[in-house]
């Protein structure tokens, strides 16, 4: 019943829906094929994001290599979100799902309706296109009660799949926000050929991963990771690999917390664009600011010619 329920449900979502996407004039960013774009998030010493670097305070290193700057944009703009929900059956173990679906109202609230666009993903073994990108984020919030837990988990795949599909030209500051317990059933591929997928196309990953405080200590207090516990450290790997980072969620008062720093970071993404290197592959990249103090983040790297394949 409920996988009928999901086909359904998916093809009248796709049939209705309207692609709509925020347009606005930016004429002080040139784009292309013969360009690759850099989102950054800039923090200081104190964790705050910074918003008034210039183009001088930064440096790319394209494998090793200092690379020139092309374009430079830091003025504050329409933010992209797609939100991926875990709907594996391990999501109906306490309150996961429910607070699943606070995290994204919250991010949603977060937006502009109108400016803004958001788009809803779900996922078990397979990922669904629930409800593609738009810019009626009421009609988005409808659609968030719908989503029930079915199946097993494969989380890495479905995340490469929902970044893959965001690969296409849409508003420029965008991330795919997963909402998931973290654990992994099923997935044929691993955290790296994921980022490295991810990173190509440049999506940042944001995980908010749904676990309780018990989860994460022992009987003592100390941290530990058990073996029904989210495994934080490849789940942060993989988020910090496209530029996007991991965030606990262990209480409903977070959700709100978490939403808002989310979509800040996405409004004052700074956009780097740069003229891609000549050998085909895998470019690592590093991305350095001059405040010694500051800290970047950003994709680790992108890929020219055809080849994605992690051994490269």
């Known amino acids: 019943m409920r996988m009928a329920w999901w086909a359904a449900a998916i093809l009248g979502y796709l049939a209705g829906a309207a692609l709509t996407t925020a347009q606005e004039p930016q004429p002080t960013f040139r784009s292309g094929v013969d360009l690759v774009t850099v989102r950054a998030v800039v923090r200081d010493g104190r964790g705050r994001t910074v918003t008034d670097l210039q183009q001088s305070d930064f440096q790319l290193l394209d494998r090793g290599q200092p690379r020139p700057i092309v374009n430079f944009d830091r003025d504050p703009g329409p933010v992209g979100v797609a939100l991926l929900f875990d709907v594996s059956g391990s999501m109906e173990v306490g309150p996961k799902l429910e607070r699943a679906r606070d995290a994204a109202f919250f991010l949603l609230g977060s937006l502009q309706s109108g400016v803004d666009e958001a788009a809803i993903f779900a996922f078990d073994s397979t990922l669904h296109a629930v409800q593609p990108f738009t810019t009626n984020l009421d009609k988005l919030k409808g659609r968030l009660s719908n989503v029930e837990p079915w199946g097993a988990t494969s989380l890495h795949d479905a995340i490469a799949a929902a970044a893959e599909s965001m690969g296409a030209p849409g508003t420029r500051r965008r991330a795919l926000v997963v909402l998931t317990d973290g654990i992994d059933t099923s997935s044929r591929m691993g955290p790296a050929e994921?980022?490295?997928?991810?990173?190509?196309?440049?999506?940042?990953?944001?995980?908010?991963?749904?676990?309780?405080?018990?989860?994460?200590?022992?009987?003592?207090?100390?941290?530990?990771?058990?073996?029904?516990?989210?495994?934080?450290?490849?789940?942060?790997?993989?988020?910090?690999?496209?530029?996007?980072?991991?965030?606990?969620?262990?209480?409903?008062?977070?959700?709100?917390?978490?939403?808002?720093?989310?979509?800040?970071?996405?409004?004052?993404?700074?956009?780097?664009?740069?003229?891609?290197?000549?050998?085909?592959?895998?470019?690592?990249?590093?991305?350095?600011?001059?405040?010694?103090?500051?800290?970047?983040?950003?994709?680790?790297?992108?890929?020219?010619?055809?080849?994605?394949?992690?051994?490269?």
Not at 211 to 228: C, I, K, M, N
Not at 278 to 286: D, F, I, K, N
């Open 194 to 312: 994921v980022a490295r997928i991810a990173s190509a196309i440049d999506v940042p990953v944001y995980v908010v991963a749904l676990v309780s405080p018990v989860d994460l200590q022992d009987d003592a207090g100390r941290r530990e990771t058990r073996e029904d516990a989210p495994r934080e450290g490849t789940l942060s790997d993989l988020a910090r690999w496209t530029g996007g980072q991991l965030f606990s969620n262990t209480a409903p008062a977070q959700s709100s917390v978490i939403a808002r720093r989310i979509i800040e970071e996405l409004r004052h993404q700074y956009l780097i664009g740069f003229e891609p290197g000549g050998a085909q592959g895998w470019h690592p990249l590093e991305l350095k600011v001059r405040p010694k103090d500051h800290t970047v983040q950003a994709r680790s790297g992108y890929v020219t010619g055809q080849s994605r394949s992690v051994s490269e």
